[in-house]
């Protein structure tokens, strides 16, 4: 800013300096899910015959808890420890059954999701809180016999978005 005073008769530029602050925030969207245990139920050993033996599907409900309104797509993918005789199955933990990983797929069998990928991910368009994107697990042979014990096993399903 300029000033022109006027002394005496002769002419005096001034000068003088100011701060101008701006405060504001820049926000990504986001999602959130909910999800809750899946018992994939009781079988007997030799119901796996032979390796792809599989057993049905159960459902796997994965809550929305919404996402702001700039979301246009959800991606999930899907960590865990890969199964070691089928990278695209996700072993059980150890110290239980032995020779059977568990498939995880979209409930429409559209996508079946690779443990650990992140470029085979499930797409899906944001749903409103209470929204279900259904996905669903079996139980896949993958030796010739299947040793008895517990079949767990930990997901964690990783979302991104734009």
């Known amino acids: 800013m300029a000033f022109l005073l006027s002394l005496g008769g002769s002419a005096a530029l001034a000068q003088s300096n100011g701060i101008v602050n701006v405060h504001g925030t820049i926000a990504s969207g986001s999602c959130s899910i909910s999800t809750t245990p899946v018992n994939l139920g009781r079988h007997y050993s ?6 792809g033996t599989f057993t049905e599907w159960v459902p796997v409900p994965i809550t929305s808890q919404g996402c702001s309104a700039d979301i246009v797509t959800l991606h999930m993918g899907f960590d865990g420890t ?10 059980v933990a150890p110290g239980g059954a032995k020779g059977l990983g568990i498939q995880l797929q979209t409930a429409d069998g559209s996508v079946t ?3 650990n990928s992140t470029t085979n991910l499930v797409n899906w368009a944001p749903l409103a809180t209470g929204g279900i994107y259904a996905m669903r697990a079996r139980y896949v042979s993958t030796l010739p016999s299947v040793s008895p014990g517990a079949a767990d096993s930990t997901v964690t399903v990783m979302l991104s978005y734009n």
């Open 113 to 115: 999701v690779i443990p």
């Open 46 to 51: 030799g119901d796996f015959r032979t390796i």
């Open 82 to 91: 890969a199964d070691t005789d089928n990278s695209g199955l996700f072993a």
